[in-house]
C-alpha cells in the first residue's frame, strides 16, 4: 500500500525567507505526486504535481518541487514566503494508472509565517 | 475551470437526524467522485469513491448503512449521513476526478462543516 510522510507537523518561518517543506512516499512504482494547500475551513487548492519527466515542477504562487526517486522524496520549496502563504501544506500520491486517482495524503505540514 | 462546489457549506442537526451534503462538478462531467473527512488539525481521509451509475467503493473501516452515497448523474454525488450523532461532526470534502493528458486529476469542493448536536 502506499503512503506519504511529511516529518514536520508545523514550521515556522520568516516573511521573506525561503522555505522547504519535505515529503517522502513508500510505493512500489514512481506514483503521481501532488501538494496541495488548504486555508483554515477551505477545501484544497492544487499547487504542483508531477506525473512524468522533468523532475523539478513549478507550481503556483511561485511554488517548485523536485521529485527525487532515489530518496522517495517531493519535496515543497519557495524562495521567499509571503505572510499569505500561512496555511496547511499537503503532499499526495496516487497510483501511477491511467485513470484511477486515488489519493493519499500526508498528515499535513502547517506553515506559519512571522513579519 | 474545473469548479467543483459542495451544499451546504455549514449545517448544524440534532442527534439522530439525516443529513445530505451535494457535491457538484460544475464545468465539467465525471465519472468518479470521492468523498474525504478531515478531523481537526488532521489530515484527509478518503471515506469511499462513488462511480456514476454503480454502488461506492468504501474504505475499509468506513460504514456504508450510516454514510450513503449516491452518484446520479456524472456532475452530482451526494452523502447522507443517517442517523447522526455528535462523533459525526467533521469537515467533509469532495473531489471530482477529470482526466487529463498523462493521468487524472481530482479537483476539491470547499468542504461542509458538519455540527451534530
Known amino acids: 500500500a502506499q503512503s506519504v510522510t511529511q516529518p514536520d507537523i508545523h514550521i515556522t518561518v520568516s516573511e521573506g525567507a525561503s522555505l522547504e517543506l519535505r515529503c517522502n512516499y513508500s510505493y512500489g512504482a514512481t506514483p503521481y505526486l501532488f501538494w496541495y494547500v488548504q486555508s483554515p475551513g477551505q477545501g484544497l487548492q492544487l499547487l504542483l504535481k508531477?506525473?512524468?519527466?522533468?523532475?523539478l515542477v513549478q507550481g503556483i504562487k511561485g511554488f517548485e518541487a523536485e521529485f527525487k526517486r532515489s530518496q522517495s522524496s517531493f519535496n515543497l520549496r519557495k524562495p521567499s514566503v509571503h505572510w499569505s502563504d500561512a496555511a496547511e501544506y499537503f503532499c499526495a500520491v496516487s497510483p501511477g494508472d491511467f485513470g484511477n486517482e486515488k489519493l493519499t495524503f500526508g498528515t499535513g505540514t502547517r506553515l506559519t509565517i512571522i513579519p | 475551470g474545473a469548479v467543483v462546489s459542495q451544499h451546504p457549506s455549514r449545517v448544524i442537526c440534532k442527534s439522530g437526524t439525516s443529513v445530505k451534503i451535494e457535491c457538484r462538478s460544475l464545468?465539467?462531467?465525471?465519472?468518479?467522485m470521492f468523498w474525504y473527512r478531515q478531523f481537526p488539525k488532521k489530515s484527509l481521509m478518503l471515506m469511499a469513491t462513488s462511480n456514476e451509475g454503480s454502488k461506492a467503493t468504501y474504505e475499509q473501516g468506513v460504514e456504508k448503512d450510516k454514510f450513503l452515497i449516491n452518484h446520479a448523474s456524472l456532475t452530482l454525488s451526494t452523502l447522507t449521513v443517517t442517523s447522526a450523532h455528535p462523533e459525526d461532526s467533521s469537515f467533509y470534502i469532495c473531489?471530482?476526478?477529470?482526466?487529463?493528458?498523462?493521468?487524472?486529476?481530482?479537483?476539491f469542493g470547499p468542504g461542509t462543516r458538519l455540527t451534530v448536536l
Open positions: 473531489s471530482a476526478s477529470l482526466l487529463l493528458a498523462g493521468g487524472g486529476e481530482q479537483f
Open positions: 508531477y506525473f512524468s519527466g522533468d523532475t
Open positions: 464545468d465539467f462531467q465525471a465519472t468518479t
